[in-house]
Nanobody, 118 residues
Framework: QVQLVESGGGLVQAGGSLSLSCVAS????????WYWYRQAPGKQREAVAG???????NYINSVKGRFTISRSDTKNTIYLQLNNLNLEDTGVYYC????????????WGQGTLVTVSS
């Protein structure tokens, strides 16, 4: 089974930056794509950025130009750099992997909390 562990969340003032990491373990060769989701208080979880194993990155409009998703294949890690944060970026950020495993096509990390203060 693929397992994902996020880190890097915390409290930051508006306009500040944070860097999130997600380390994968297990049969990572099965991973087709990676995503970062977030869930703001009282709202549904939404995908904010994604990157395919052999492809480019995509972002929702509200984070374009501020967030950057990247990966290190040697470290089995994906990152999310969050810049120019605003209050609406507050939430729990989850790492997600889509896999070729039909028994476990989707894997989630435990989440890491990002809190943006004014």
């Amino acid at each position: 089974q693929v397992q994902l562990v996020e880190s890097g969340g915390g409290l930051v003032q508006a306009g500040g930056s944070l860097s999130l990491s997600c380390v994968a373990s297990g049969p990572i060769m099965n991973i087709l794509a990676w995503y970062w989701y977030r869930q703001a208080p009282g709202k549904q979880r939404e995908a904010v950025a994604g990157i395919a194993s052999h492809g480019g990155a995509n972002y929702i409009n509200s984070v374009k130009g501020r967030f950057t998703i990247s990966r290190s294949d040697t470290k089995n890690t994906i990152y999310l750099q969050l810049n120019n944060l605003n209050l609406e970026d507050t939430g729990v950020y989850y790492c997600n992997a889509r896999t070729m495993d039909s028994f476990e096509p989707e894997v989630w990390g435990q989440g890491t909390l990002v809190t943006v203060s004014s």
